[in-house]
């Protein structure tokens, strides 16, 4: 079972191993779906400041962005997930990990309330909605373009309104660009993909 004291050793488990404090169907998807230990501890480290930073991860899955992020930084992290069976996977990750700087709510991205965090951790959150995956998750939602755009344009307009200063991770993108305003800060190879931080570094009213 992976927990605090490994990270605080600098040792960094493979996803093989961590992924033990799941039941076994996640670990059979867990490549396709979730994002790789490697990955979650560099995006994590990118996206927090310093201790006071609130990091949401929109369509958060199993958790294992945020275990491994309240695992390896001092920072809160907080999962939305539109599946409750998923959220509930993830709390019973989180008790298992003795982690209390993790908290996960079932809901769907077009309600939550993005406002109060300091950073947004963006995995391609909308894909199974266009995507037809071989190595699908349990409970599975429903297939739909118009969901996957209205999903979109959503996002776009929660990062508009975002205060100058926040940061942005994204892994394999979001689906859409970024808006005006931010900034693309680095943009390194990661896992399969590559992981960008943005951050927002004025309104964008007064941009182009």
């Known amino acids: 079972m992976p927990g605090s004291a490994n990270w605080a050793r600098g ?3 493979r996803d093989a191993e961590f992924d ?10 867990s490549e396709s779906h979730w994002t790789p230990v490697s990955v979650a501890r560099r995006a994590a480290e990118l996206l927090v400041v310093d201790e006071s930073t609130r990091v949401l991860d929109v369509g958060s ?5 945020c275990l491994v992020g309240a695992m390896v930084t001092p920072a809160t992290f ?5 599946r409750a069976s998923l959220v509930e996977i ?3 990750a989180a008790t298992a990990c003795e982690l209390s700087r993790v908290h996960f709510v079932h809901e769907n991205m077009m309600t939550i309330d993005w406002s109060g965090y300091d950073s947004f951790y963006l995995f391609n959150p909308y894909s199974e909605h266009i995507f037809d995956y071989s190595s699908p998750i349990e409970d599975p939602i429903t297939t739909s373009l118009d969901h996957y755009n ?10 508009v309104a975002a205060p100058v200063g926040v940061r942005v991770v994204t892994y394999y993108g979001y689906g859409g660009p970024m808006p005006s305003g931010y900034r693309r800060i680095l943009r390194e190879p990661a896992g399969k993909n590559y992981l ?4 927002k ?7 182009g």
């Open 11 to 13: 040792e960094l488990l």
């Open 150 to 159: 209205r999903y979109v344009t959503t996002t776009c307009r929660r990062l």
């Open 196 to 199: 960008e931080l943005w951050v």
């Open 78 to 82: 907080f999962g939305a997930e539109q």
């Open 61 to 65: 899955g199993v958790g294992k962005f």
């Open 201 to 207: 570094e004025s309104s964008g009213q007064d941009d």
């Open 20 to 29: 033990r404090i799941y039941p076994e169907w996640v670990r059979k998807v």
């Open 90 to 92: 993830a709390r019973q």
